[in-house]
């Protein structure tokens, strides 16, 4: 093998496509280069998507995650007790700080004859165990309904204003786009029916939001039609009771995470 001496290596680009080396030296050298493979050709197919844009994911099924154990709650990370309030309601973050404090654990004696509510003596351990505070997914929506439902006996406005946070995070009735997988779920019964009802529907949403300002119709769907739902929301809207209406919002929050909980088969 030849000696290079002086040996220059130098690295140059002879057009966009062509990378490659030229040695300079006082012997000739060839220097094969590779065949040019163009850079859309080096990725593996497999590698590369086979649906367009247009057919994404969107049409397949939101994936839901289920609810943990109930009785890991209390001791849950704050963004596994958001996920699981998420999935029973609609998020809001009204409500996340309505619930939240009431997940913590509670302080139970160990002893029978100690109670939990008084400090140890100095040096002592704490004569407590901690329990979760629900034993059953029940328990916690109805504890949240109760919630629900002293924010609409009180006469102070911010109260006020924070429960109609809650309940205007549910979606409108037949909206076109939304963006829960349950709520897309209860509402299928509504996306089917005729145009004139759809305007409809609409209609009744707009008189419902000025009737009462602030709030938004919530309703326990359950598989009834779009003319059983406008019938009672007619109801609703000519009964024109704000009070009564707060009340019957809260009780069709309960009855759709009720029923929420049990379709996510909760371990309790």
Known sequence: MPQFTPLQLKLHIRD??????N?????????????????????????????????????????????????????????????????????????????????RPRRVSANPGISADLPPPPGAPHPSVPEPAFTSYAQLIKHIGT??????????????????????????????????????????????GAADEAEKLHQLNAEYEAKFPGLRYVVFVNGRSRPVIME??????????IDEEELEAINAMVDIALDRAKKLQATD
């Open 147 to 192: 919630l629900l439902t002293q924010l609409a006996r009180s006469a102070d406005a911010p109260a006020k204003q924070k429960l109609h946070g809650i309940l205007g995070s549910h979606p409108r009735l037949g909206a076109k786009k939304v963006d829960s997988a349950q709520s897309q779920a209860e509402q299928a019964s509504l996306n089917a």
């Open 16 to 21: 966009h496509h062509d990378l490659g080396f």
């Open 23 to 103: 040695l300079v030296s006082k012997y000739p050298v060839n220097v094969d280069r590779p065949p040019h493979i163009p850079l859309h050709d080096r990725i593996p197919r497999n590698n590369m998507a086979t649906s367009s844009p247009s057919s994404s994911s969107a049409s397949a099924a939101p994936i839901v995650p289920d609810l943990p154990p109930v009785s890991s709650l209390s001791t849950a990370p704050i963004k596994a007790q958001i996920q699981a309030l998420d999935l029973l309601f609609e998020p809001s973050t009204e409500l996340h700080g309505l619930a939240l404090p009431a997940l």
């Open 232 to 241: 009672n929301m007619r109801q609703r809207i000519d009964r024109g009771d």
